[in-house]
């Protein structure tokens, strides 16, 4: 879920955080087969796990934190939190974009508690009790945060599909890490593509970001 | 959307004159012959006089981008909307014998079933059937439990396979090669080449490449059973779509409208209803219900087209003095079932006698489609490989040597900035001749492209009488930054900042407009505004005449917010409160001379391989760019920016890589097909040619995706001396390639 695979510190962090372990036991969702390729041993955990809980099935009743906001729905329990907000909460939250659906594009990036996560690779069941802000807690077209405008400034947008994960990666970043290097903004958003070639500018407007904020 | 007929100044007839302008047909240009006004009207101005246009402007639409605000075709829900998903083969080449759909017909949730006609399938992903339910995780279900029985029929998926006499026929009544055309005299350039002082031959292949618009394609169709449809579709054409969606929901044209907001991507691939978009009104039809259906990113690769590849036998001769003077080419287009596409050589060059065959090849593949520069990226990689190989054969330098082969004078221009802006002077002219084992070396390419307009966009600009404007069109943004230029081109008109002005767009109910292909989009678009905008002024100057001390309208300025003659001032507002109760309309049409065609670009390039792993690290990109009338320079750099981004895809990581004996697709996702990522753009300077004069606009978008791949493959060359001929250029290919030189007995 974590978006760096190579970043060790960060996959410490997710060894200990339920989310994962409780996910990698949902079925049938497209992309769970890489993540449990990478992560076998946590899958035997978490096998481990399930035959103390009960499994849940129909239709279950969620409640999110959306953006400060609690957001109730109806959904399977195989229901990724992407999905979820898409196309369940109503309105919808539409910010995060589907655009592979398996965890390898970072346009559904939504913040778990402050942490980027991949969200069509969290399940809604398992978002509940967490804070959950997608690009638009992040600030409105009148009121954007300092990455929004930045990227406006810069022209680091295109057809603006994967913009919005891009803006909450970097959002992210920018509060663990408010002083980055080109090389460390580069990094921070590896897990994220863009189609129409927006790179030069996004890594322009991350370090505007951050230098404004400084500022 | 409400166009009140307003007076226009007078209709007296015009002398007309007969140009040539391109149509985008499927993505794709035809030249068209119509009639013009031969005396225009005002024109752009000298391109360095403009107060918006010509200068750096933010999007219109990015802060509603980057809220996640912008509301995209794949955004949209609606009450009781169903989600569709499609069903494929996985066989390349089957006929379907039988589709059992009772299991999937009885998951609770599933509401329409489609099965495709009981018929041969002709690649490993075609349709076979449809499904609507209330949720997509139902829908996958219910395709899950479809039953389908196939005759598995030989199939060949491989080019050089497919080649063969006996390999199993694609389409059961035809060849699989099919000529496509013969120019020149295979003699004459036969014979030139006993003129030549050195020959250079080679096999040139380029792989099929992917779109992977970010937005998958696909539609929402809102159709309830009524005598009205609304599709909302993610397309380069709003005015491709009504037409289709309403025969298949058996609707007047009138009764359907095509809304595109704002949408993820198309890059050539977007364009009419597709069979997708027949699903979704058939789906939407049966169920009485708004279908949403769009392609899962698998459905995106197997099936919403791809770029041709090509397989290209070029044959070279030249003088010791740098000149060509003779070329032979063996084309082949492949481009799966369909006929692919592939610029016929030697492309841009001189080379005295040339004579060239052409051949579509195909195979059990879904058919390519129109792709940013369709066949120009293919064309170029070949002979800009070529020209560098003939270059190094006479020991030339590369720059020198195409400046010598190359009559127009722009592109000797553009290459000596390029050079200067890269830094070839530190380029070491000796391939692979730098010590140790990470190699840098450098190469460049040129490209070309049309990028004219023509008359089919309808453009209105209402001001009211509270001084609001609105210019409305019925066009699409693809990210390209239409929005933006239609508000400045209006604003600056009436001398206006960018926020007074409001406009509408992507709608088929507003002023007709042309699909966004071959880059006829600014020069199809911006006349029509500027001649809308022009009339809207020429209205308001009328009407406050009286107040300004009755000056001729054409005297009447309009700069700084204020209406302005004979020595006295209005604000835009009490120029505006001067306006009828209902405000004034005017409707802007083409204007030929506000537009031209034909641009040119060139790219330099910087890579650093490592000679022990066969990795290739670009370091700098150059693309130097004209285009007439800069519309927007930051839109346009990072459209400069994205023409490279993608052209270094196709060259370095990009491919889809087919199994020869499934006859599928192997890796049809994000995980597998390699894009373009953060960790690998190399330093980018995008450079707009403003040594280009002409007071036109042209588009650009095509331009800046030819060249890159060329520059990068002679910059691997210039590194390693190993000429890699088949992209995309990976480290095997080098390592493969490298033991085939002395470079590294010698390092």
Redesign the interface.
Known sequence: MTKSRDDREAQKQTDHDPGRRRFLKGVGIVGAG?AIADHLWIEAEAEQEAKTQQPLSGNVKVVLDVNGQQREAQV?P??TLL?TL??HLDP???????????G??G?CTVLLDGKPVYSCLVLAVDATNKKIT???G?????N?NA???A???N?A????????GF?TTISAYLKKNPNPSLAE???A??G????????????EAALAAAKGSQA | MQQQPQAQPSPSPKPKKKIRVPRVVNGVEQMVEIEVDADAGPGWGPNDKHKLLNHRM??V????????????T??Q?LPGML?ARILRSPHAHARVTKIDLEAASKIPGVKGIIPAPLMEVRFAGAPVAAVAAT???IADDAVRAIKVSYEVLPHVVHAHMAIRPDAPKVIAEENNLQEKGKNGDPEKAEAAFANADAIVEGEYITQRIH??????HGMVVDYRGGDSATIYASTQGTFTIPADAAKELELPESAVTASVE????G?GSKFGIGLEGFLACRLSKQTKSPVKL?F??YDEFVMAGNRSGSWQKLKAGVKNDGTIVAMKATQYRLGGLGPGSQAGQPYIYRMGDTYREVYALHTNEDSSVAMRAPGHPQASFAVESLVDELAYKIKMDPVAFRKKNLRDEVYHRQLERGAQEIGWSRRNPVAGGNPGPLKRGMGCAIGIWGGGGNDQCKVAVTISRDGSVLVAVGTQD???GTRTYTRAIVAEELGLTIKDVKERIGNSKLGAANPSGGSTTAASLSPSVKDAAIKARMLVAERVAPLLGNPKPEEVVFADGKVSAKGQSLTWQQAAAALPAAGITSHGEWRADLQARGVHGVCFAEVEVDVETGHVKPIKMVHIQDGGLPLNR??M???I??????SLGMTLWEGRVMDAQLGMMLNP???DYK?????E?PE?VPIIDDDDKREAVIGIAEGCIIPAGGALANAVFNATGVRVRELPITPDKILMGLMNTTVLSRG
Do not use: W
Request: proline share 7%.
């Open positions: 890489a399977e195989r229901t999905n898409r196309n919808a939250v539409t910010g995060p974009k589907l655009v592979c659906d398996m390898t594009c346009a997608t690009v638009e992040l600030g409105t077209p009148e954007p990455v929004q405008a990227f406006v400034e022209d947008l295109m057809c603006g599909f994967c913009t919005p803006v903004v580069r990094e958003c590896k994220n593509f863009c189609r129409c070639g927006t790179y030069p500018r996004v890594f | 933010t999007r639409d990015g802060p509603l981008k980057v809220s996640g605000a912008a509301r995209y794949y955004d829900r989600y949720t997509p995780e779109h992977a618009c970010l937005e998958t704002h949408m993820g991507g890059f769009m899962t990113r693809l990210g390209t930051l839109t750099e990072s459209q920016n994205g023409g490279m981004i993608q996702g994000f995980g894009l373009p990522g953060s960790l753009m980018m």
